[in-house]
């Protein structure tokens, strides 16, 4: 059960200025809530094309593909991208009166969350038929796996740990940096033993131990689209950074914006 915690008006923002004004917090005593927290930055490897008409809100790599879930009700799709190129080669539209959210994959399946309807659609990974439902309480926004469990974010500082065969609930734990509540988790993406969140409205991203929702570094990902790019943006203050996917043979991550007309494949260093 999710404490009373989860009504602090936090802005992860004040947050997040202060960790860049300091460069980083000096760990105090053995306790991990105080762990330092790194700056980086995405270090660009490559630019690859994106659909700008794809509201990105799940992104997912698999077996050399992309498979990504695009938002806004009436407008929501599931998608197979090739990531080279950004062509859509499968796609299927969510029925109108969703909107749709986080995606990942279990085994051979895709789940993918909708925002309030408080329900996630099952589909077969390669035909995208659709086969099931699961039932959840509360709002959908991101998911990811690290093969074990599911993590879901609900645009709180809480992350949801489920079951991967039945969606139950296990445990919902806080997401902290410097032992204040980070707010507005939203698209997710389980690397090891982290998970890296977007903070939906803003440039950064976090990192944070998923054992005890410790964030430990901050992505500082402002200035990847130019300020060009930004002003031909469909809508300026929704068309934000968000999806973000690992790609294992590389080590790098490929990162992305709801009508962004690019993805970047990119490396986090230590902020110059």
Known sequence: ?????????????LVVALALVLGSAQA????????????LAPEVISVRPHDPAAYTQG????DGFLYESTGRQGASTLRKVDPATGEVLQSINVPQEFFAEGLERVDNTLIQLTWQTQVAFIYDLETFEKTGEYQYEGEGWGLCSDGRYLYMSDGSPFIDLRDRQTFEEIFSGMVTIQGKPVERLNELECV?????????????????????????????????????????????????????????DSDTFLITGKHWPKMFEVRFVERQ
């Open 192 to 248: 090891g033993d982290y998970i890296y969140a977007n903070i939906w409205k803003t440039d950064f991203i976090v990192q944070f131990d998923k054992s005890n929702g410790v964030v430990v570094a901050v992505i500082d990902a402002a200035g990847l689209l130019t300020d060009e790019e930004r002003a031909q943006l469909k809508e300026p203050d929704q068309d934000v950074l968000n999806g973000i996917v690992y790609l294992p």
């Open 28 to 39: 105090q005593g053995d306790n991990p809530i105080y762990e330092q927290v790194k700056v």
């Open 59 to 62: 992104l997912l790599f698999y």
């Open 1 to 13: 059960m999710k404490t009373s915690f989860r009504i602090i008006p936090v802005v992860v923002l």
